[in-house]
């Protein structure tokens, strides 16, 4: 069985043995070594491994897999990626095992069903189920074994020779497959989720596989004791029934996937990025902000459009040497907002990094670029908050006429919606429209 080192995000621990081949070559799988899920370096005579800002089970090789951990309270970050809509990357050829959660998103639903079709396509081509069906009947030609106490029954009756008989068929006619085909024909009758071709053709394909079943009611079907507990009614040479009833469950009552290991599921193995979900997630905190759309309007910066704030980093030159090429800046957040009938606006980069005090030169170079550019009020640098720096906005000098701060919001917080409403209304003062009271967020908006 591999070897699995658990490790948390960003942190350094001396690299196993069993991550290298004998000639000192690193042995890792090609579609894992091209990300930069972990890193290698030699530190003070020591090869060490550096877990990257991923979060997930990882395999490296047929020996090791890591587990790294998020920094971030388990519960915290799964209020992230579900806020953020984060899509996690999919290592299709790999697979470990879940638990459902309440936490779900559009994109990780579509990720179970997926992975409910997939097992549902094995299920299949490995056989379906089958149970015996008893039967009987009553004539001249017996089959099976006979039923003395019915054979007299209806002789009495009759007052001929027929004879009452039993037997056993095989059949696929069973609570499971009624179970999956009625789940496959609710997600047939799902218009936008059959715009996918392939996953159109897999469910078709699925629901051939099944024709001879019967159609049964759902409910009823969801609630029968096989469909439960199936792993008391499944023989350990169908255990693919057990995932794929545990997903279609999922399916059913709408829930999303655990990040923690589980048991309960297999289904492809997901790694978060979570400095993209940390971006999101703030973007969409502040898009569900009272404030939003009346006192100011934010608009994320990676986009262009109404709701975008993607622009031109630099302006058309009349220089004889101007070379006519564009170069784009994409602040993360672009907060726009009127006073005094002037408008302003706020740049945002959010950096999912640990820093001492201060940004590096490049953080604030890039903060400096991006808010002379929009010609901004303020440019503001958003990080984690640390053991070196507490929850809150700090001020670190202008350039110009543009402030620059640094905000540092509190991803351990465990009451982490206060720390959103903190957030909110820090950024509210800085353009002159924090009201007195701070107000709780009616409703979280998911990122599209």
């Known amino acids: 069985m591999p070897e699995t080192i658990v490790i948390a995000e960003f942190k350094e621990i001396e690299a196993p043995a069993s991550l290298f081949l004998g000639s000192g070559e690193i042995s890792a799988f090609p579609s894992i070594i091209e990300k930069n899920y972990f890193s290698i370096k ?11 800002g991923y979060v997930g089970i990882i395999p490296i090789n047929s020996n090791l897999s890591i587990d790294i951990r998020p ?19 999919i290592l299709k050829e790999f697979k470990r095992r879940y638990d459902p959660h309440d936490y779900s998103s559009a994109s990780l639903s579509d990720f179970i069903i997926d992975c409910f079709l997939k097992s549902a396509e094995e299920l299949c081509a490995g056989g379906l189920l089958k149970t015996y069906k008893e039967s009987s009947s009553t004539g001249f030609f ?51 989720l059959m715009k996918d071709k392939n996953r159109k053709r897999s469910a078709l394909y699925i629901l051939n596989q099944l024709s001879d079943i019967s159609d049964r009611d759902l409910h009823t079907l969801n609630s029968h004791p096989s469909i439960i507990t199936p792993q008391d009614f499944i023989p350990s040479t169908k255990e693919i029934y057990l995932d794929t009833i545990s997903l279609a469950k999922i399916i059913l009552e709408g829930k999303g996937l655990s990040y923690q290991a589980g048991s309960s599921a297999s289904a492809s193995a997901l790694v978060l990025n979570i400095a993209e979900a940390f971006e999101w997630y703030l973007l969409a905190i502040l898009r569900s902000s ?53 408008s302003f606006n706020i740049v945002i980069d959010v950096k999912y990094k640990s820093i001492k005090k201060i940004a590096d030169r490049d953080d604030i170079n890039q903060i400096i670029s991006y808010a002379a550019s929009y010609s ?73």
């Open 290 to 342: 009272k404030y939003n759309n009346h006192e100011l309007k934010v608009l994320d910066g990676n986009k262009s459009g109404p709701e975008g704030g993607k622009r031109n980093l630099l302006d058309p030159s009349s220089n004889k040497h101007y070379i006519g090429n564009k170069v784009e800046a994409t602040p993360d957040i672009v907060i726009e907002y009127i006073r005094n009938s002037e």
């Open 142 to 192: 017996p089959k099976g074994r006979i039923d003395f106490a019915g054979t007299v029954r209806v002789r009495s009756k009759t007052n001929d020779s027929r004879v009452t008989s039993q037997w056993f068929d095989r059949t696929t006619d069973t609570i499971p497959n009624q179970f999956l085909k009625s789940v496959m024909l609710m997600l047939l009758n799902n218009t936008s």
């Open 376 to 448: 901004s009020s303020c440019g503001i640098l958003i990080f984690p908050a640390n053991e070196h720096n507490t929850s809150g906005i700090i001020n670190i000098g202008k350039i110009g006429n543009i402030e620059i701060f640094q905000y540092f919001f509190d991803l351990n917080n465990a009451d982490i919606e206060s720390e959103e409403v903190l957030l909110i209304e820090a950024l509210a003062a800085l353009t002159g429209h924090a009201r007195e009271i701070a107000e709780p967020l009616e409703k979280v908006v998911i990122a599209s």
């Open 71 to 89: 920094k971030v309270p388990i519960a915290n970050l799964e209020r992230i990626v579900f806020i953020s809509n984060h899509q996690p990357q």
């Open 42 to 52: 030699y530190k003070k005579g020591k090869t060490v491994f550096q877990a990257g």
